[in-house]
């Protein structure tokens, strides 16, 4: 069964930094893209960042370019969503996605969401 | 960017009815079209891909239909567990966007 834990979610000023994990379970992930997705407090879905499996390839969100850094460490079946000079607008449920077997760019399963809170 | 328009953004229906939602992108995504449902405090759950593919687990009174700019989901009946918002999503290029979302909410 596939599991996707993340964590590492809290409140943090602005301007500082915060470093998510998202561990998974029930499948090969050096196989799969990851996606990191992130929902403001009553809004909607935002596409934040995708990385491939072997972590060669990245994108990025224009908001979030230049301040976060997707990663992941294929022997710790592991993602990481480094996030730096966080602002206001980056409060938010943090969810990590695996793709659907169909295409890398549809989330098939999804973990729970860690909350990041940005504020003084 | 591909920018996507959900329409309603609230659509108040009762059990038993048939939901009819709308997504419109701002330029062609081709077929590369998904639709999510998401239930308070849980994580969105894949419904369709590429405009009318139920996923595993989906039930048939779920579908999908659309080309280009234009795509619907039809819910044909209702059921209590169908009231959330559904979220529309291109994946026809980076960043992949998803709409702003539809409450189905009981009438």
């Known amino acids: 069964e596939v599991q996707l834990v993340e964590s590492g979610g809290g409140l943090v000023q602005p301007g500082g930094s915060l470093r998510l994990s998202c561990a998974a379970s029930?499948?090969?992930?050096?196989?799969?893209?990851m996606h990191w997705v992130r929902q403001a407090p009553g809004k909607g879905l935002v596409w934040v960042s995708r990385i491939d499996g072997d972590g060669s390839s990245k994108n990025y969100a224009d908001s979030v370019g230049g301040r976060f850094t997707i990663s992941r460490d294929n022997a710790k079946n592991t993602l990481y969503l480094q996030m730096n000079s966080l602002r206001a607008e980056d409060t938010a449920v943090y969810y990590c996605a695996r793709p659907h077997p169909y295409s890398s760019s549809l989330a098939g399963w999804w973990g729970q969401g860690t909350l990041v809170t940005v504020s003084s | 960017e591909i920018v996507l328009t959900q329409s309603p953004a609230t659509l108040s229906l009762s059990p038993g009815e048939r939901a009819t939602l709308s997504c419109r992108a701002s330029q062609s995504v081709s077929s590369y079209l998904a639709w999510y449902q998401q239930k308070p405090g849980q994580a969105p759950r894949l419904l369709i891909y590429d405009v009318s593919n139920r996923a595993t687990g989906i039930p048939a009174r779920f579908s999908g239909s659309g080309s280009g700019t234009d795509f619907t989901l039809t819910i044909s009946s209702l059921e209590p567990e169908d009231f959330a918002v559904y979220y529309c999503q291109q994946r026809y290029n980076w960043p992949l966007t998803f709409g702003g979302g539809t409450k189905v909410e009981i009438k």
């Open positions: 029930g499948f090969t992930f050096s196989s799969y893209w």
